[in-house]
């Protein structure tokens, strides 16, 4: 059974989710959940503490997390992983600044598509690339012959691929990956697939591996961090082709061992047999939210468009119909309630925002209570 401690517990914690706004927000913006961790993972870390284990982690080789996600990949996507390509890092977010400096040049051209989660596009510019912005439907559609045109057109030498779709929750279909697949093979262009969002796909919705339809052209992203929750722990994986990680190992090597001690025990407690039966219970307790926003949505909110995500617990709100300006100031200033601001994630962000619904049943009501209360009193 998945557990949400009460709000004034959550205020305990000392991560960002519920300690940046003062203590009258409701938080629903950064990609955290609310929910108790996986109890596999609360025991690891549990002996952790007793045995005092908050030394330098093992080297990657011994650290027996490649294997476990080669066993996790197959299990989940019937994904041949050799444990070979994995190579341990800190977090996705690093890993993709890495695939910039390592797999680019300076001025290279780096498409992604927008909306975008905001690091996507910030690493581009901080790497001092350029940045190529395909716009993609609401409900995270992509026009792949355009897509294809900007391309060819802008030389584009790598993409920045979020998949599952970081903040629509759109599902890749293996049709639509195909395509991806053969435009970028056409083209001589690297796909860096982050797919950290890919464990937290819906019924109905199926995630299929980007890499095995252009293995020598793809580097992989992924991390246990979003389906349980422990991103504060530093642990994450890379996978590449011999050709791609050569070049990504020739960085500097505090890149790829600074990965947690920690963040290792509770990556094996959540790639195990008992972390996929607690990550099916998160997913039905997510279904629930989502089923249950959608019902709102609709009753209270006619003028927010919403397509339902496939994939994760973040909703994007198109909240232009409302005339309310920037509806992040708006809900943050009238009804003290915290989202994530669409206009951070690129140029057809503007007049949206998304709402994280991992959390429990309450809080999400008293959310979506005090948003509907905020826009009857304009």
């Known amino acids: 059974m998945i557990k949400t401690p009460e709000p004034a517990r959550l205020r305990w914690r000392s991560g960002r989710k ?42 990657a080789a011994r650290s027996g997390i490649p294997e476990a996600f080669a066993g996790w990949a197959k299990r989940r996507w019937d994904w041949d992983c050799d444990p070979a390509d994995v190579l341990l ?27 975008a989660y905001p690091p996507l596009l910030s690493s581009v510019r901080a790497a001092g690339r350029t940045l190529v912005e395909h716009a993609m439907s609401a409900g995270g559609q992509t026009d792949l012959d355009a897509l294809e045109r900007e391309i060819a057109g802008r030389s584009v030498r790598l993409m920045l691929f979020c998949h599952p779709h970081n903040p629509t ?21 690297i796909i860096i697939s982050d797919e950290v969002h890919a464990d937290l796909t819906y019924a109905g919705h199926w995630h299929f591996p980007f ?36 070049k990504l190992t020739a960085l500097p090597s505090t890149r790829w061992s600074a990965f947690s001690t920690m963040g290792v025990r509770a990556t094996l407690a959540a790639w195990s047999d008992a972390g996929e039966a607690w ?36 909703a994007w709100l198109d909240c232009r119909a409302l005339d309310i300006g920037d509806p992040t100031a708006f809900f943050l200033e009238r009804a003290r309630v915290a989202l994530s601001p669409g206009r951070e994630f690129g140029a057809p962000g503007q007049g949206f925002a998304r709402l994280n619904f991992a959390t429990s049943f309450e809080i999400l009501d008293e959310i979506l209570d005090r948003m509907a209360n905020a826009l009857a009193a304009r």
């Open 89 to 115: 890092m800190p977090d996705v977010v690093g890993g993709i600044g890495n695939c910039i400096e390592a797999l680019t040049e300076p001025g290279d051209a780096i498409l992604v598509q927008t909306p």
């Open 18 to 59: 519920w300690r940046h706004f003062p203590e009258d927000v409701l938080p629903a913006w950064i990609a955290d959940m609310d929910f108790e961790p996986a109890p596999p993972i609360a025991a690891t870390l549990s002996e952790a503490v007793l045995l005092g284990d908050f030394g330098y982690g093992p080297p």
């Open 211 to 246: 890499a095995p339809l252009l293995p020598e052209r793809t580097v992989t992203l992924n991390a246990a961090s979003k389906a349980f929750n422990i991103a504060g722990l530093r642990t994450a994986i890379c996978v590449a082709p011999p050709s791609l990680r050569n």
């Open 169 to 189: 929750g759109h599902v890749f279909t293996m049709a639509e990956l195909k395509r991806l697949a053969d435009i970028a093979d056409r083209h001589g262009v």
């Open 279 to 314: 990550l099916m219970g998160c997913i039905d307790h997510l279904t629930g939210q989502r089923e249950h926003l959608v019902r709102r949505l609709a009753e209270d909110f006619p003028d927010i468009d919403f397509v339902r995500p496939q994939a994760g617990y973040l």
